[in-house]
């Protein structure tokens, strides 16, 4: 069951109908079995790893918070959790490549060992999950956070259907109070959930899913084949598509979730408007970027600093973002190409932070606007850029960089993207000059109801029309 | 009962009234459509853009408003070539009507609604809602052993495309939303023209629809010659197996003779293939002559045209399963002169009313 789809809607206004009769309490439990029902759908094999995972990290929670224990054996067991449910998301998540690659190096020498046996599926949502329970391990451990007295609670922080999918991920030492405490759905949350539904959609459905389809089936396989400014359009449609795929996606997730009282974190905030990289990435899927943030940045970066407590730490000014972009990498996906986004966006912080050096401290709104414009641009250029190994192998990739540079091919590219990415870019900047996701509540009713009956006809007609891209960050 | 009771407040609180806004957008997006609807009306718009019926088969889809336009430009179709890819390919409306009018003196407007790879089950649906649609006088079914044949390749997906549609289902009285809106919204069956919009391929389909032929016929131009070489007889001539559900379809378009008159016409296979049925050419023909004394006391004739060697060579594409646009120009030719030949002899009755009368 898709979120976009008619099944979805229908699933959600039945567990709605029933949630609205019912107090706190019990609206937990419904929420959970819905929750499974959902996961379900997809795969009962998906659901039983997510109730063992569950059940694991909630008895070990409470080794965790044993204040008899020592810190050494808390420490273990933390470490063995965790072990455990990383070993859970890279069996189903790597053992394929290494294991493919081991075959094929094996092959190499003369022995075929063949990978039988490890066509292994990554549980749709597991790479969201695992984070979700890690950082929660995490937090008991350093009495963050008590551990979950309430195995309902806990359950529905695992599994939380609007969620599960593709997160965003969210920290236990928030939901769970929110999950604890009284729901209110007034006029003023029904109309901000229902913008953020809709507003979702359209990214989904009127912007990204057609960008998606006009991309020629071979652009990302030879690319040679193309002229740059060809390539410079198919690559702003694929950052863009991408983008507004994932914000589209959170941004229905969060609209379900606020109907039912339950508010999650936004993870997108316009982040082409980014005028720094690590303002890109306080803008781009945040929840990913703030858990490793907290739990690989930080911790590498204070362990340098312990050596050397000093600002001129060049270790610590480069080793801590170039970690925790590779982090990154790995976890979108297998494959050496991946590795190489991460190292990109490592290098792109690395000299940041290496060209601030030893300068005084302005933040980027403080800066001239023409020197904001700039910024903004150069960022965006280079995190477009880099989609390029995040989208194809390595060698592909290469071509790709070297093709945008021939300028021996300058065939006209399409006009068509355009209809497409300059709406996407005036909701972007409807947002950013407001600095409000929930701009389009304040202005008048009648323009409200204008854009609403446009939004309604763009998803009409993009539903009779030849489409179907699934949710993209569903892959990872 | 415990677990139901709770002090806490109910979790929905709305104040009414709500959802002003919705019903003023939904009052917008009714007036927008009621306005785009008048528009397409417009003479000066409908007889510029093009319409379909949201099917996935895009011959059949584009096929039913090309032919709302013919019907409507000249007033009435006199008949259909119906069939798969080789009618398409194989008959030229506009030189059967040439030959035809050459030797009666009556103009003949007709469609070809040849359909690439429909076999005889989809030709029987199709038959049964262009005959109600169009009311042509003259059906003409053109047909090989494929359509007839089991297991053909793409023959049952086609048949989908065509037959699940909510449109063809909304004309088979089978009451669906979206077949209704196709069917009453000219603005939507614009759209639908254009619903592939988003795919790479846009510019080129876009091209394709505005030069659609205004008769449907597809020629075939050869890139490069027949090579008896390399070309292989398909299994339904070398190893034939009737398919019941073809074999009820063509039943079926037989028994739309009454609301129209129809004729089923053998389309032409090289010699050579022949050579690989089971029996040979004989046996081939013994076939045919089967289906002839099957159908035509009920006054549906089949006109076969293996034994005449009506094809030279050069007229035929590379794949031999196809004629090419010359090949094409002589079958065509030598169809209108039977059919006036037919009329005159009053084997068949005149498909075109005199043209003072009709038009």
């Not at chain 1, 959170?250 to 039912?260: H, N």
């Not at chain 1, 990289?277 to 907290?294: I, M, Q």
């Not at chain 2, 709302?68 to 009507?97: M, R, T």
């Not at chain 2, 169809?335 to 005149?350: I, N, S, T």
Request: neutral net charge; contains cysteine.
């Amino acid at each position: 069951m898709t979120i976009t789809s008619l099944d979805f809607a229908l699933f959600a206004a039945l567990v709605l109908a029933v949630y609205y009769l019912l107090p706190r309490r019990p609206q937990n439990v419904l929420l959970l079995v819905a929750s499974y029902l959902f996961y379900g759908t997809w795969s009962w094999d998906y659901a039983a790893v997510l109730a063992v995972l569950t059940g694991l990290d909630f008895v070990a929670a409470w080794g965790l918070a044993r204040p008899a224990w020592p810190r050494q054996r808390r420490r273990a067991l933390l470490w063995a959790v965790i072990a455990l449910n990383l070993a859970a998301l890279g069996w189903f998540k790597y053992a394929g490549f290494f294991v493919g690659d081991l075959a094929t190096t094996l092959d190499d020498w003369g022995i075929h060992a063949g990978a039988g046996g490890l066509d292994t599926v990554l549980p749709v949502g597991m790479s969201f999950y695992v984070l979700g329970a890690i950082s929660y391990l995490v937090d008991v451990y350093r009495r963050q956070v008590p551990p979950a007295r309430d195995p309902v609670a806990f359950a529905l922080y695992m599994a939380y259907f609007p969620k599960l999918l593709s997160g965003p991920i969210e920290r236990a030492r928030t939901f769970l109070p929110r999950l604890a405490a009284p729901r209110r759905v007034d006029n003023e949350t029904l109309a901000r959930s229902l913008t953020l539904i809709m507003t979702g959609l359209v990214r989904k459905m009127v912007i990204a899913d057609p960008l998606n389809t006009m991309l020629p089936p071979d652009v990302f396989a030879y690319p040679a084949r193309f002229g740059p400014l060809e390539l410079i359009t198919w690559l702003l449609v694929y950052a863009f598509a991408l983008y507004n795929d994932f914000a589209g996606y959170t941004s229905i997730v969060r609209g379900v979730s606020g109907l039912f009282g339950i508010e999650l974190a936004s993870n997108f905030n316009v982040p082409y408007f980014a005028r720094s990289f690590t303002e890109f990435w306080n803008r781009w899927h945040s929840t990913l970027s703030l858990w490793l943030r907290d739990y690989i940045y930080f911790p590498t970066s204070r362990a340098l600093l312990r050596r050397n407590p000093s600002r001129a730490n060049v270790p610590n000014l480069i080793l801590p973002p170039m970690l925790t972009m590779l982090a990154s990498g790995v976890w979108h996906g297998t494959g050496w190409h991946m590795l190489l986004w991460g190292a990109l966006h490592g290098g792109y912080l690395v000299g940041e932070r290496l060209l601030s050096f030893g300068r005084p401290v302005v933040p980027s709104a403080q800066r001239p606007r023409w020197r904001q414009v700039m910024a903004a641009g150069l960022v965006c250029g280079l995190v477009v850029l880099a989609w390029v190994p995040f989208r194809m192998e390595i060698g592909t990739a290469l071509d790709y960089w070297r093709a945008l540079f021939d300028w021996s091919n300058l065939q006209r590219p399409s006009y068509r993207p355009w209809f497409l990415l300059l709406p996407g870019l005036w909701i972007d900047y409807m947002h950013y000059r407001a600095a409000d996701e929930w701009v389009f509540l304040r202005w008048p009713r009648l323009v409200q109801a204008a854009l609403l009956a446009l939004a309604i006809l763009a998803l009409l007609l993009v539903t009779r029309a030849d489409s179907g891209a699934p949710f993209v960050y569903q892959g990872f | 009962m415990k677990l139901l009771r709770s002090n806490d407040p109910p979790t929905l609180q709305l104040r009414f009234p709500c959802g002003q806004t919705l019903v003023l957008a939904v009052l917008i997006v009714a007036l927008v459509v009621i306005a785009a609807e008048g528009i397409a009306h417009l003479p000066f718009v409908s007889e510029r853009l093009p319409t379909a019926v949201g099917s996935r088969s895009r011959v059949f889809d584009i096929n039913i408003g090309l032919m709302d336009q013919l019907a409507e430009n000249k007033g009435g179709i006199d008949c259909i070539y119906l069939g798969s890819s080789v009618v398409l390919n194989g008959i030229n409306p506009a030189v059967v009507s040439a030959a035809y009018q050459a030797q009666t003196g009556q103009e003949l407007v007709c469609y070809n609604f040849g359909v690439l790879a429909a076999t005889a089950d989809t030709n029987a649906e199709l038959a049964e809602l262009l005959v109600k649609r169009y009311q042509p006088r003259l059906l003409v079914f053109g047909f090989t052993l494929r359509a007839l044949a089991a297991a053909v390749t793409q023959g049952e997906t086609v048949y989908h495309d065509i037959v699940d549609s909510p449109w063809m289902a909304y004309q088979r009285g089978e009451p669906n939303l979206n077949g209704w809106l196709i069917d009453h919204l000219r603005v939507y069956r614009n759209y639908l023209a254009l619903r592939n919009w988003m795919q790479p391929t846009f510019s080129n389909d876009l091209y394709d629809l505005i030069h659609a032929p205004e008769d449907g016929y597809h020629p075939f131009f050869a890139t490069h010659p027949l090579d008896l070489a390399v070309v292989q007889p398909p299994f339904y001539f070398t190893d034939f197996v009737l398919d019941p559900v073809n074999w009820d379809g063509l039943q079926r378009i037989v028994a739309l003779q009454g609301q129209t008159q129809v004729l089923l016409l053998e389309m032409p296979v090289p010699d050579f293939m022949l050579g690989s049925f089971e029996d040979g050419p004989e046996g081939y023909q013994r076939m045919f002559e089967a289906f002839r004394q099957e159908f035509e006391p009920g006054g549906v004739p089949l006109w076969t045209t293996s034994p005449l060697n009506l094809i030279t060579f050069d007229g035929w594409a590379e794949d031999a399963l196809h004629l090419n646009d010359s090949g094409a120009a002589v079958f065509s030719a030598w169809l209108g002169e039977q059919l006036a030949a037919a009329v005159r002899d009053g084997v068949l009755p005149a498909p075109a009313l005199d043209v003072s009368l009709s038009r």
